[in-house]
């Protein structure tokens, strides 16, 4: 029993990361513009986050603060990094698809020439903070839920979980969402009621960047302690997530859960008794959500329904 629990919590750690920039990923996608660029505004965030941190540690600040300030920092810097797309997505009408490649390139090549400059040598940015919060009193002694929910987590898990219902909220009840909704679906017909297309989407696309830029540093925090300039394709999982949940929040949570649960056999396959007797090698496991992903979108693309103005350059003077 105490392996299950271990490998449930350990699913909590790749899907928080994949849920919060999933979920940002959404809000731009359901207004109608593409962002492959997740994968890029995850590495500037969290070159940003993970940099702030490796400066402010040593000050006496508590973990759980610290790891709030280096979330609103990421987020800031995410937001303003998916400006530039929005800017040329929507302002400048370029193809959505280049602006995004464009941003995925630059983020690492910059994250890396900025720590060499800084730090005199290596691109690495070290950290020393762990964040794991060991038990929440009184609620980790809830009998089963306890174990699961609130022993060996991380205050983000919490964060994303709160920010997964304040999204559903959001694009399914609220004017704003169901602006954003209407604009990825048929922005003419929007913009014919007085919704400003323009407006609506870059507040989308930097929700986008702020809860990537997030998952950034959520990511290099719940598995490392130095920050590489690497987010090893959550990015990208996160877009297929995006297609595999239909673009709706209850399936991306789910699917994220999946994705997170392949990623852990990776790296704790040998733990499980069954897996270690297969005599199989690692890499085989480190695969497995690279290669589900392939398989569930060759599944599922066909029956995916995108928003039908998703990477459609909107020009107002072509109603």
């Given at each position: ?22 979920l940002?990923g959404m ?8 962002n ?6 995850m590495?500037f ?30 987020a800031?810097?995410?937001a ?10 929507i ?6 698809i ?7 390139l ?9 720590a ?13 903070t ?14 089963i ?12 898990f919490y ?9 559903r ?12 909704n ?28 702020a809860l ?15 920050y ?64 589900f992903?392939?398989?569930i ?9 995108a928003p039908?103005?998703l990477?459609?350059?909107?020009d107002?003077?072509?109603?």
């Amino acid at each position: 029993m105490s392996l299950i629990y271990q490998l449930i919590q350990e699913t909590y750690i790749p899907a928080t990361v994949l849920l919060m920039v999933a979920l940002g990923g959404m809000f731009s996608e359901r207004s109608g513009v593409t962002n492959i660029a997740l994968e890029g505004i995850m590495i500037f965030g969290g070159f940003v986050g993970i940099g702030t941190l490796a400066l402010i540690e040593v000050s006496g600040i508590p973990p759980q603060l610290l790891l709030m300030i280096v979330l609103v920092v990421s987020a800031i810097f995410g937001a303003l990094y998916a400006m530039l797309h929005a800017y040329a997505s929507i302002q400048l009408k370029a193809n959505q698809i280049i602006s995004a490649t464009a941003l995925n390139l630059f983020a690492p090549a910059f994250a890396i020439y900025v720590a060499r400059l800084l730090q005199g040598g290596g691109s690495q940015i070290q950290f020393t903070t762990r964040f794991r919060i060991a038990e929440v009193p009184l609620l980790s002694q809830i009998p089963i839920i306890g174990d699961l929910f609130f022993t060996r987590v991380f205050i983000s898990f919490y964060i994303v979980i709160i920010l997964f219902f304040i999204a559903r909220y959001i694009l399914n009840k609220t004017q704003f969402g169901l602006r954003i909704n209407a604009m990825g679906e048929n922005p003419q017909a929007a913009d014919a009621l007085g919704i400003n297309i323009y407006n609506y989407r870059f507040i989308a696309v930097m929700i986008s960047g702020a809860l990537a830029g997030m998952g950034g540093s959520i990511f290099v925090i719940s598995s490392s302690t130095e920050y590489a300039a690497t987010v090893a394709g959550f990015g990208f999982l996160a877009i297929a997530l995006l297609i595999f949940g239909n673009w709706k929040p209850t399936y991306v949570l789910l699917g994220a859960l999946f994705f997170g649960f392949l990623r852990i056999l990776g790296s704790s396959y040998s733990v499980i008794p069954i897996l270690r007797d297969l005599d199989l090698d690692r890499e085989f496991y480190v695969m497995l959500p690279y290669v589900f992903t392939l398989i569930i979108l060759a599944f599922f693309s066909k029956n995916s329904r995108a928003p039908k103005a998703l990477g459609q350059v909107y020009d107002q003077g072509k109603r």
